[in-house]
Nanobody, 121 residues
Framework: QVQLVESGGASVQAGGSLRLSCAAS????????MGWFRQAPGKVREGVAA???????VYADSVKGRFTISKDNTKNTLYLQMNSLEPEDTAMYFC???????????????WGQGTQVTVSS
């Protein structure tokens, strides 16, 4: 069993930055693949960024060049550095983990509760 807890969400102005964290606990040794997703009211859950076994990454076109996903395996923590934030980035952000590679598809076995990011104009 794996538990995921997100933190770092806040209200910021357009152009600002935030760093989201996802702390993993439990049996995390097989959770090789992790990702970040977001969902705004009335919209589908969207894959934002994912990181693989050897650290390679994949990003949604909408966040390329602005967001960076990373992980600290010794601390069992996933991060999402978000720069140049736009109002369109406003959403609940979720982290996810699995032992198989889903990348930006929302089919991971384990999910956090989410952390709210609000970007104002």
């Amino acid at each position: 069993q794996v538990q995921l807890v997100e933190s770092g969400g806040a209200s910021v102005q357009a152009g600002g930055s935030l760093r989201l964290s996802c702390a993993a606990s439990g049996d995390t040794s097989r959770m090789t693949y992790m990702g970040w997703f977001r969902q705004a009211p009335g919209k589908v859950r969207e894959g934002v960024a994912a990181i693989r076994l050897f650290g390679s990454t994949v990003y949604a076109d909408s966040v390329k060049g602005r967001f960076t996903i990373s992980k600290d395996n010794t601390k069992n923590t996933l991060y999402l550095q978000m720069n140049s934030l736009e109002p369109e980035d406003t959403a609940m952000y979720f982290c996810a983990a699995d032992r198989v590679q889903w990348d930006l598809f929302p089919r991971y076995n384990y999910w956090g509760q989410g952390t709210q990011v609000t970007v104002s104009s």
